[in-house]
């Protein structure tokens, strides 16, 4: 399978980022093969593309994120899931990361992309569910066990590789600076595939594309094929 490459929270440099404008200039680069993009809950339980716990940073707004509503939230060009993923369509691949446990981003997520296998299993369509907290994979598992899951990291350690397994992922994303041969062939050794991020140099990207990564977060210059 291909290399996947994946605009980290969407294209910042048409807009903000995790913004459905940055999504929909990320989906319109010929070498972009999917978006990575990050969810938390907002005050009326709404899934909301935000990375960062407040607005203060992109936004310039003095508000924590579960304190507005998704309303209120889209006041400030920050979407609700399920907008981003009826303006994308099912065409890119999905890195969703969640910041929290949120449920109904997986209610919203079953609702635009799960399909159900020729047996009978509910799979997810062209996407996959990440995150950096161990308990939210937990916490996410029993509810869609066929779902694939990717433990974000900054390392691929012995240890984040046996907690990785350990949660039944099937692939860890770690700092790209992680990311050598040697680091690979052990991911692969314990049955895991491995992803990267954040990329800005091509040829980084080029080199991990030999290595054999599933997947790749890019942005700036490495976002163009």
């Given amino acids: 399978m291909p290399t996947l490459r994946l605009a980290h929270r969407g294209d910042w440099r048409e807009a903000p980022e995790n913004s459905l404008a940055a ?10 093969d999917g978006l990575e993009f990050d969810i938390r809950s907002s005050a009326d339980g709404a899934p909301v593309l ?14 924590a994120c579960v304190t507005l509503t998704a309303a209120e939230l889209a006041t400030h060009a920050i979407p609700a899931l ?10 890119p691949f999905l890195d969703v990361e969640l910041k929290e446990p949120v449920q109904r981003a997986i209610d919203v997520l079953e609702l635009e992309r799960g399909r159900i296998d020729d047996d009978g299993t509910p799979m997810l369509r062209n996407a996959v569910l990440s995150s950096f907290d161990p308990e939210i994979l937990r916490w996410l598992a029993p509810q869609r066990p066929t ?14 590789i046996e907690l990785a397994v ?3 992922c099937v692939a860890v994303a770690a700092e790209w600076h992680a990311v050598d ?4 062939a052990r991911a692969a050794d314990a049955g895991l595939n491995v992803a990267s991020w954040t990329v800005r140099d091509p040829a980084v990207y080029a080199r991990f594309v030999e290595l054999g990564l599933i997947a790749v977060c890019v942005e700036a210059d490495a976002l163009v094929g």
């Fill in 23 to 32: 999504m929909q200039a990320a989906a319109a680069i010929p070498g972009c």
């Fill in 166 to 168: 350990e949660l039944g």
């Fill in 50 to 63: 935000l990375h960062d716990a407040t607005l203060a940073r992109v936004q310039r707004v003095p508000a």
């Fill in 147 to 160: 779902w694939p899951r990717w433990l974000n990291a900054y390392d691929l350690s012995s240890r984040t």
């Fill in 181 to 184: 041969a040697d680091s690979v």
């Fill in 82 to 91: 399920g907008e981003v993923l009826q303006a994308v369509g099912c065409d």
